[in-house]
């Protein structure tokens, strides 16, 4: 892919990664492993935390151990993002609310998305106005996997009010609703301080999907692409929007998109995924993906105190 041009403020921000991090706080030896290894190669010490994950009072118990191997200002810290969150809260970093749906792509949806509570789409639902939604959270650590639900009662939405199965929600959890689409071929845009750095087409589903390697498209029908323009329309626009000028490292979601049962397709902008806490997808080497995760780390490390 292209390179992009740094815009000033971005090259400002590159220039200070320089020299970060000084040392890096992994989860565990099996805790991206590929990632652990580039480190090392770079000559990065790599410290691995001996809190279990499975423990009742692994909040608690994570405190303690950052605060007892000194937590600081140069490190980068490698988990997951429950346990990044925490380790911002003892840097006195303000977590940030995830990019999902940038006001500045809205245009590359290519579908309806608003907010709305648990207890707003029960109503939405049982009153016919829509027939199906996908709803995902939209605030905080995820308390559920995205999902659709239809009206008018859907049993998963059911579950997800219920307080004995999932104590931590109820009807004012703010959730992000998006019309309801057929998406067909998923690809993860992997950018580094505006750089495109790779593309990598995920969960195909041969039968169905346009992509190269597909049933479809070996019986001979047209390949269908993702459009480049509109990746790198996005990739620009979040690299000039003041409000994620800090968005150093991020996964952007495009899929292929059809409303007219598969004629015709756009290439639509699913979600964007912060890098700190992004997935990392077959396609992407670990040098690329470790380049976005301490660039974005380092980003964050700057608004410390803040």
Sequence with gaps: SPKHHLLPSLLAMVEMTAGFPTRAIVQARDFLPEVQDELEVRGIPVVL??????????QERLRTELRS???????????????????????????????????????????????????GVKSLLALGEVPALFIKPAVGAKGFSGTVVTGPVDEMLEMLLDPCIFPSLG?????????????????????????????????????????????????????????????HEAVRLLAQSEEFHSLTGYRADFALVSIDGGLTFDTALVEVNDGYVSGRYDGISAADFTDMQISRFAALQRTAGR
């Design 69 to 119: 191997i000194g937590l600081g200002r140069s490190d980068l810290v490698v988990a997951l993002p429950s346990w990044v969150d925490v380790a911002l809260q003892e840097l006195g970093i303000p977590v940030p609310r995830p990019p999902d749906y940038p006001k500045c792509l809205e245009h590359l949806l290519r579908r309806k998305v608003f907010r709305s509570t648990l207890g």
């Design 171 to 231: 009807p004012e959890v703010e959730v992000h609703c998006g019309e309801v689409v057929e998406m067909n071929s998923e690809y993860a845009v992997y950018v580094v301080d505006g750089e495109v750095r790779a593309t990598c087409h995920y969960m195909c589903k041969r039968s169905t999907c346009r992509c190269k390697d597909g049933d479809r498209a070996l019986a001979g029908e047209e390949v269908v692409e993702l459009d480049d323009a509109v990746v």
């Design 49 to 58: 935390l001996a809190t279990p994950q499975d423990a009742f009072d692994w």
